[in-house]
Each structure stands twice: as structure tokens, then as C-alpha cells.
């Protein structure tokens, strides 16, 4: 069996992508709208993130990094540990039936 606690030992679920999009924004003083621009992509599609509705893929990712200056990496972490999170909850009972294979 796997052990889900291993892959999962957080009791609540990760901040996603766009909360934590949202903290930078305030606290640059920047709107959604010049945010945007800044990037190169839609008013929308910021908004979007910001209420995790579109998740950060690694367009989004270079993007974030490169406008913010903390790179690609940080982005798609979150948006990974996010993912993670939410397949456990969704399947958890199927993992737990799964089995490692035994080296030989």
C-alpha cells in the first residue's frame, strides 16, 4: 500500500497560486489590470488566477517569474503542491489499494 501520509501530510489545503498572487498584488500596490499588461496577457486571465479558476501552467510560470523576479519555479510549486493536494482528496481510497513493487 502507499503510504498517502507520506505524499500528503498537510492538514489543510495548500494556498494556491492565485492567494498568493493576490498578497503580491496588494502588497505592490498594483492592480490586476497593469499586472496584466505587465505580463503581456489579459485582465481576465489574471483575475482568473486570482480566484483559481485557471491554474498556473509554464507559460504563466516564466512569466510570473520574470515580471516578480523569483523565477518559474516558485510558481509552478505552488501550482503543484496544489494539484497534489487535491487528487489525494479526490482519490485517496484508490491510492490507498495500490502496491510498490518489490524489487527482485
Do not use: H
Amino acid at each position: 500500500m502507499i503510504d498517502t501520509k507520506i505524499l500528503n501530510n498537510r492538514k489543510r489545503r495548500p494556498s494556491t497560486p492565485g492567494e498568493v498572487l493576490e498578497d503580491v498584488l496588494e502588497t505592490i500596490e498594483l492592480s490586476q489590470a497593469d499586472f496584466a499588461k505587465m505580463l503581456n496577457v489579459s485582465s481576465r486571465t489574471i483575475n482568473r488566477i486570482i480566484k483559481s479558476q485557471r491554474r498556473i501552467d509554464a507559460d504563466l510560470a516564466v512569466r510570473l517569474g520574470a515580471v516578480l523576479g523569483n523565477g518559474p519555479e516558485l510558481w509552478l510549486n505552488l501550482q503543484q503542491a496544489v494539484d497534489v493536494w487535491d487528487a489525494l482528496e479526490a482519490n485517496r481510497k484508490e491510492y490507498e489499494k495500490l502496491k510498490p513493487v518489490k524489487a527482485a
